[in-house]
């Protein structure tokens, strides 16, 4: 079992800026894949950006250039700094755990990203 804990969303006005943080209960390192994922209301669950292998990076077309994801191997943290942000990125913000050999995964409890004026 994996034990993930989000945290840092909140209510920011359009082009301003958020850091998510979503704590592992071991090393984020030890995972094939981590990641962040965004869900709005009555919408699917989307992936905004993914660290896989090493250092594979991918973002979402929605946030390039303004979303980067990094991890810290000392804090066993991964971050989404988020800049410019728009109301259109306004969700629930998820965090995801992907195991080695295995298609096991583990899901925080999300963080609420809210972006108004």
């Known amino acids: 079992q994996v034990q993930l804990a989000e945290s840092g969303g909140g209510l920011v006005q359009p082009g301003g800026s958020l850091i998510l943080s979503c704590e592992a209960s071991?090393?984020?390192?030890?995972?094939?894949?981590v990641g962040w994922y965004r869900q709005a209301p009555g919408k699917v669950r989307e992936m905004v950006a993914t660290?896989?292998?090493?250092?594979?990076?991918n973002y979402a077309d929605s946030v390039k250039g303004r979303f980067t994801i990094s991890r810290d191997s000392n804090q066993n943290t991964l971050y989404l700094q988020m800049n410019s942000l728009e109301p259109e990125d306004t969700a629930v913000y998820f965090c995801?755990?992907?195991?080695?050999?295995?298609?096991?995964?583990?899901w925080g409890q999300g963080t609420q990203v809210t972006v108004s004026s």
């Open positions: 660290i896989s292998g090493g250092d594979s990076i």
């Open positions: 071991r090393s984020i390192f030890s995972f094939r894949r």
């Open positions: 995801n755990v992907v195991m080695h050999y295995s298609t096991d995964n583990y």
